[in-house]
């Protein structure tokens, strides 16, 4: 049975991520865009985060079985639209959190999820989370065969890691005040393994605030803040560890078991599909802007802009691309969750994150010179759209080659993922 009907939990969690984003991110923008870098705008958002903590946005991003008060990833898609539809800048602080801890929720120990968790649980700190994984040198070609694999690593002495190396763009890695986000999952290897592959040699340490302040001033620093033209109030800057002593109960992941590789994967699979719902919210406050624009203005005519045929053909462009990508997008949710099915995740991240450009192209030319103002929101919308199809894994480096990969294999089958196993 197809039921796209939402249950009435699922209309309630939508109804109240509706009434967070405008309450509370609705004014964001006005109250971060005076200050003139990413990185102050970033900081100005922390009473924002830190609402969100006391409404329980930051819970969310945790099982009800570890004490928070995630559901389905479908109702994470409910939510990320939401957000998305009013402020993506905020909305990303917040949501990379769930990327951030997803290794440690899918494969920490008891000790470890009552360690790491606790500030998230809270209700009370913005604590920030963050899987920290690109590099300045690319990251696209990590594994391939030959390859000299990521240049992050960890190296054993005693009961220790010694970890060093340079990271970049992995959203609030560096917290509030440059000294660390509440937690980050690094992923480094093991430095001069003799593993059989470099997934084998992959780990993942998690590393705190607490832990950067007990090593040397210089084991973890801010190389350089990153200026984008959008998503202008994240932070996600090119840093350097250089001899972080990180003890051995921080290790979520050691060395060849290929556990540290498997829960990467993982990870950057269920953010494709958070991917597809951040672009429909973009498309979606796209469609609405136009519209009231279309229907409230007649540029010097006697007729409203919405009875021209050309704008309303966009028009119904635009909203046939928001409901396609919608569909696309719940369709990878359940496939992923319920039958492990990853195929439509990478095509949700894909299709969606590419028509989000084209949808607020379109949005453009209704508005015509206005949208052009930096003051009206289309305008905004296209820098933060022009982001989906490269960040999270570009399209062409990374979710494209993950399709060819499935398409290689040679039990392939085209549609298990639309229908299931036969």
Same mark, same amino acid.
């Given at each position: 049975?197809?039921?796209?009907?939402?249950?009435?939990?699922?209309?309630?969690?939508?109804?109240? *991520?509706? &009434?967070?984003? %405008?309450?509370?991110?609705?004014?964001?923008?006005?109250?971060?865009?005076?200050?003139?870098?990413?990185?102050?705008?970033?900081?100005?958002?922390?009473?924002?985060?830190? &609402?969100?903590?006391?409404?329980?946005?930051? &819970?969310?991003?945790?099982? =009800?079985?570890?004490?928070?008060?995630?559901?389905?990833?479908?109702?994470?898609?409910?939510?990320?639209?939401?957000?998305? @539809?009013?402020?993506?800048?905020? /909305?990303?602080?917040?949501?990379?959190?769930?990327?951030?801890?997803?290794?440690?929720?899918?494969?920490?120990?008891?000790?470890?999820?009552?360690?790491?968790?606790?500030?998230?649980? %809270?209700?009370?700190?913005?604590?920030?989370?963050?899987?920290?994984?690109?590099?300045?040198?690319?990251?696209?070609?990590?594994?391939?065969?030959? =390859?000299?694999?990521?240049?992050?690593?960890?190296?054993?002495?005693?009961?220790?890691?010694?970890?060093?190396?340079?990271?970049? !763009? *992995?959203? %609030?890695?560096?917290?509030? $005040?440059?000294?660390?986000?509440?937690?980050?999952?690094?992923?480094?290897?093991?430095?001069?393994?003799?593993?059989?592959?470099?997934?084998?040699?992959?780990?993942?340490?998690?590393?705190?605030?607490?832990?950067?302040?007990? %090593?040397?001033?210089? @084991?973890?620093?801010?190389?350089?803040?990153?200026?984008?033209?959008?998503?202008?109030?994240?932070?996600?800057?090119?840093?350097?560890?250089?001899?972080?002593?990180?003890?051995?109960?921080?290790?979520?992941?050691?060395?060849?078991?290929?556990?540290?590789?498997?829960?990467?994967?993982?990870?950057?699979?269920?953010?494709?599909?958070?991917?597809?719902?951040?672009?429909?919210?973009?498309?979606?406050?796209?469609?609405?802007?136009?519209? $009231?624009?279309?229907?409230?203005?007649? @540029?010097?005519?006697?007729? +409203?802009?919405?009875?021209?045929?050309?704008?309303? $053909?966009?028009?119904?462009?635009?909203?046939?691309?928001?409901?396609?990508?919608?569909?696309?997008? !719940?369709?990878?949710?359940?496939?992923?969750?319920?039958?492990?099915?990853?195929?439509?995740?990478?095509? @949700?991240?894909? !299709?969606?994150?590419? =028509? *989000?450009?084209?949808?607020?192209?379109? /949005?453009?030319?209704?508005?015509?010179?206005?949208?052009?103002?930096?003051?009206?929101?289309? =305008?905004?919308?296209?820098?933060?759209? +022009?982001?989906?199809?490269?960040? $999270?894994?570009?399209?062409?480096?990374?979710?494209?080659?993950?399709?060819?990969?499935?398409?290689l294999a040679d039990d392939y089958d085209p549609w298990q993922a639309a229908f299931g196993k036969a």
């Open positions: 049975m197809i039921d796209f009907t939402l249950s009435p939990e699922q209309n309630q969690t939508r109804e109240d *991520a509706g &009434k967070f984003a %405008n309450l509370v991110l609705k004014d964001a923008y006005a109250s971060y865009s005076k200050y003139n870098t990413n990185h102050e705008r970033f900081q100005a958002t922390e009473p924002i985060v830190r &609402k969100a903590a006391e409404m329980g946005l930051l &819970k969310s991003a945790i099982p =009800a079985a570890l004490g928070g008060t995630g559901g389905s990833l479908i109702d994470v898609c409910l939510v990320v639209e939401e957000l998305y @539809a009013v402020e993506p800048s905020v /909305a990303l602080t917040i949501l990379a959190n769930a990327l951030g801890l997803y290794p440690l929720v899918a494969g920490g120990t008891s000790r470890q999820h009552q360690k790491f968790l606790a500030p998230f649980l %809270n209700g009370q700190d913005p604590a920030l989370a963050s899987l920290v994984y690109s590099e300045p040198g690319g990251t696209a070609n990590f594994f391939e065969p030959g =390859a000299n694999g990521m240049q992050t690593t960890a190296r054993k002495e005693g009961n220790m890691w010694i970890l060093s190396g340079e990271k970049i !763009w *992995a959203t %609030n890695c560096a917290g509030w $005040d440059s000294r660390g986000a509440t937690l980050q999952c690094i992923v480094c290897r093991e430095e001069n393994s003799s593993m059989n592959s470099l997934e084998e040699s992959t780990m993942l340490l998690l590393v705190t605030r607490e832990l950067i302040q007990r %090593n040397a001033s210089d @084991a973890y620093t801010i190389v350089k803040h990153l200026d984008t033209p959008g998503h202008t109030a994240c932070s996600g800057p090119h840093i350097k560890f250089h001899g972080l002593r990180v003890p051995e109960y921080h290790v979520l992941a050691g060395p060849g078991t290929m556990n540290g590789y498997r829960l990467v994967q993982a990870a950057f699979t269920m953010s494709a599909v958070i991917v597809g719902a951040m672009s429909v919210g973009i498309m979606r406050h796209a469609f609405e802007t136009a519209l $009231d624009f279309a229907k409230s203005r007649t @540029a010097g005519s006697t007729v +409203l802009l919405l009875e021209r045929q050309s704008v309303a $053909d966009s028009l119904i462009d635009i909203k046939m691309s928001v409901e396609a990508a919608r569909c696309i997008t !719940w369709k990878a949710a359940h496939a992923l969750e319920h039958m492990g099915e990853a195929e439509n995740a990478y095509e @949700a991240k894909i !299709w969606c994150s590419e =028509a *989000a450009v084209e949808v607020v192209t379109k /949005a453009m030319r209704v508005v015509g010179i206005s949208s052009y103002d930096t003051s009206f929101p289309v =305008a905004r919308m296209l820098s933060d759209a +022009l982001a989906l199809p490269i960040f $999270d894994g570009g399209n062409v480096g990374i979710r494209r080659r993950q399709l060819q990969k499935l398409f």
